[in-house]
């Protein structure tokens, strides 16, 4: 079970609640969708953006004081229209509702210039029908579905004698998305089963020379749209168009007007203060009769900006298959990794691209977001298991490896898979010297012979942990260790012996603590060898230790069980010997075959703290073991009674033993051909 829910697959459940919250789109990720795309519209494309002949007139703070009053008297709307047509206007559009009548009587001087010159005159929608709304200039296919685009109850249309004389008449709503902005707009309402031009349609219908749009819908909304003489407008379902803010408009004060108009369409609107309300756009609060500049234009110059309706099964199909594919790579740290950045990039800049070369909105906002969640999930599982796979090398090694050892192997795990490898270690074995007095000291007292055996390890430990050693066990009263493993360490054999002549020292220190409480004082004798073996994790899957096995961990073994007889502390095998004997005094004791071995192996001790006159004594006892491989007793012995007491006495065990082994081959029936090898006859 701790496997499943440390599996990287597990991230599967955070990629099928995304998915989940993709699919139902809440208010938060549609508008988090909608903000991105704002990004990509108001950004300056490579796409060309021709200008159109459309201007805008804004009735200003100036203008109001030199006109004097707001509103205006309808005589000086008459006034402006006919300025404008001065001007060479080609259809003027005034994105004023006028939907009350003139205090200062003079609708009819409006009236009269409305019918001498094209003008198109806005409503707006609402809740009921203030005045007659002109009746739609609009042909409409399959009308049962109207019910099925944007719908108002009523309209707020201009006094009868402007609303019937005006060339036109458009709607100037606006459908703010679910955050209040405006992006898209509808170009056309339904009001009670009628179908209403928004201002943009209704000035290209006047501005063509059109009697009527035509409009087919079906039930999901929208199907087509036309103006016969401009053309197929297309548009989503609700009729609607998104706008792109990088239309170039022409602006002017009604203060400061052009020489020329081209024959444009100028659309007069407020920008006093106080007077009209901007309204929220993705550029920005723009005034009505901007936006209206904007919608008009993104229609003359035919750009579609497309967000069909099966994008966002794109979408979610693409996310599917990139955080499925996510989840594989994660198994591989660095190549799942960098396929996120691909991902990632490749989405961002795919969108970027099939936008500002297409104008197709393609949302790699919440595939960003989610991918990295995934990912998140995926990776952060991978470092929980890292963590706990650390955590417990650390439990596992802290008690008989450095701490820097320690770390090394929880930067790297890998170290300790099950399973074992050949390389060549330096394996050291200890045994207490004199355990039987002190267990007949405690007698029954099992728990002090408990703690005073916890303390001596204790010491000995910390020794080979100080020298990045690794304590494969304790046996019994006996410690095994090795160096080379499971880091590599060069000088694995001079390790191997600076920490047995340290543990001496500590051993002495040990001695004196327990000897002022009473204790009898310990001994120990060691054993160091080093040989190529095979070290690693065995055992099974539910339980294993690291530890190494071979024939050279069974002679360091022997080695350690040899350090009595021939009474020194120290036993090292040849190859330890060979490897530190530029750094440590070393002596070589005798040629040896270990119980259950045919062939002999050389056998060292070392010294600690040697002297100049150590040299001297050295070169004697190299001829003292060479006069008895010779079988030349005499010589041999009188050398040894030379050596005693050389070395600061630390030899003369072994001297004593030599003497008695001497005696005993003397009296032996010998081969000519003696190898010299001494085979041993207990462990």
């Known amino acids: 079970m701790k496997k499943l829910i440390l599996s990287p697959w597990t991230a599967i459940i955070t990629l099928s609640i995304l998915l989940l919250i993709r699919t139902i789109d809440p208010s938060l990720v549609e508008s988090v969708r909608l903000r991105y795309f704002d990004t990509l519209i108001s950004q300056p494309r490579h796409t060309e953006t021709h200008p159109t002949n459309v201007y805008t007139v804004d009735i200003t703070d100036k203008s109001l004081e030199k006109l004097g009053q707001w509103p205006l008297p309808r005589g000086e709307f008459a006034k402006i229209i006919k300025e404008l047509y001065d001007r060479q206007a080609g259809l003027v559009v005034l994105n004023i509702t006028l939907s009350n009548y003139d205090r200062m009587k003079q609708d009819g001087i409006l009236e009269a210039v409305l019918k001498e010159y094209p003008v198109i005159l806005t409503s707006v929608p609402h809740d009921k029908n203030i005045n007659n709304p002109r009746n739609p200039a609009a042909n409409v296919i399959n009308s049962q579905y109207a019910g099925m685009i944007v719908q108002y109850k009523g309209i707020i249309a201009n006094i009868p004698q402007l609303e019937q004389t005006a060339a036109g008449v458009g709607i100037v709503n606006t459908l703010p998305e679910i955050d209040g902005v405006n992006r898209r707009a509808p170009l056309i309402i339904s009001v009670e089963g009628k179908l209403y031009p928004s201002l943009s349609m209704e000035i290209l219908r006047i501005a063509a020379g059109d009697p009527a749009f035509q409009v087919k819908l079906n039930e999901n909304g929208v199907e087509k749209m036309r103006i016969p003489k401009f053309g197929p407008i297309q548009t989503d379902n609700l009729g609607r168009i998104w706008i792109d803010w990088q239309q170039q408009v022409n602006n002017f004060s009604l203060d400061k007007l052009p020489k020329t108009f081209d024959n444009g369409i100028v659309i007069l609107g407020t920008t006093a203060a106080g007077i009209s309300n901007p309204l929220p756009t993705s550029i ?7 936006v209206q500049a904007k919608i008009l234009s993104t229609m003359i110059n035919g750009v579609v900006i497309k967000r069909p309706d099966y994008s966002d099964g794109i979408e979610i199909l693409v996310f599917l298959v990139s955080g499925v594919l996510l989840l594989f790579l994660t198994r591989y740290t660095y190549v799942g990794l960098l396929s996120y950045g691909i991902l990632i990039g490749g989405v961002v800049i795919g969108s970027w691209y099939s936008f500002t070369n297409f104008l197709f909105l393609f949302d790699s906002t919440y595939f960003a977001f989610g991918t990295t969640l995934v990912a998140l999930h995926a990776y952060g599982i991978k470092f929980i298991s890292e963590y706990l796979q650390k955590q417990q090398i650390k439990k596992q090694f802290s008690t008989y490896l450095s701490p820097a050892m320690v770390e090394k192997l929880q930067k790297n795990p890998e170290l300790l898979q099950l399973g074992g490898e050949r390389r060549e270690l330096s394996i050291m074995f200890t045994d207490v010297r004199g355990f039987t007095t002190i267990s007949e000291h405690y007698g029954s007292d099992v728990e002090g012979l408990t703690k005073i055996m916890n303390r001596y390890m204790t010491a000995m430990t910390a020794k080979i942990i100080e020298n ?11 410690q095994m260790a090795f160096w ?15 920490t047995a002549l340290e543990m001496m020292g500590s051993l002495d220190e040990f001695n004196k603590e327990i000897a002022a409480e009473g204790i009898p004082a310990f001994g120990m004798g060691l054993g160091i060898n080093s040989a190529q073996v095979v070290v690693g994790n065995m055992g099974s899957d539910q339980r294993f230790d690291y530890t190494c096995l071979g024939d050279g961990v069974n002679l360091a073994s022997r080695l350690e069980g040899q350090s009595k007889p021939y009474g020194v502390k120290i036993v090292l095998g040849p190859l330890t010997a060979k490897q530190v ?49 010779e079988q030349n007793w005499d010589r041999a012995l009188e050398i040894i009674n030379q050596l005693k007491e050389e070395f600061n006495g630390e030899m003369n065990k072994y001297y004593e033993m030599m003497e008695e082994r001497i005696s005993e081959l003397r009296v032996s029936t010998l081969d000519t051909n003696w190898d010299g090898v001494f085979r041993a006859n207990s462990k």
């Open 468 to 478: 990045n050693g690794t304590l494969d066990k304790y046996i019994g009263d006996a």
């Open 284 to 290: 920005g609060a723009q005034y009505p009769h901007y």
């Open 484 to 498: 080379n493993a499971p880091l590599d360490d060069a000088d694995h054999a001079k390790h191997a012996v600076k």
């Open 581 to 629: 004997a530029d750094e440590y005094f070393v002596l070589e004791l005798d040629c040896l075959a270990v119980k259950g071995k045919t062939e002999g192996v050389n056998i060292y001790t070392v010294l600690d703290n040697p002297k100049p006159e150590y040299k001297i004594a050295k070169e004697l006892h190299e001829i003292m073991l060479v006069y008895y491989r």
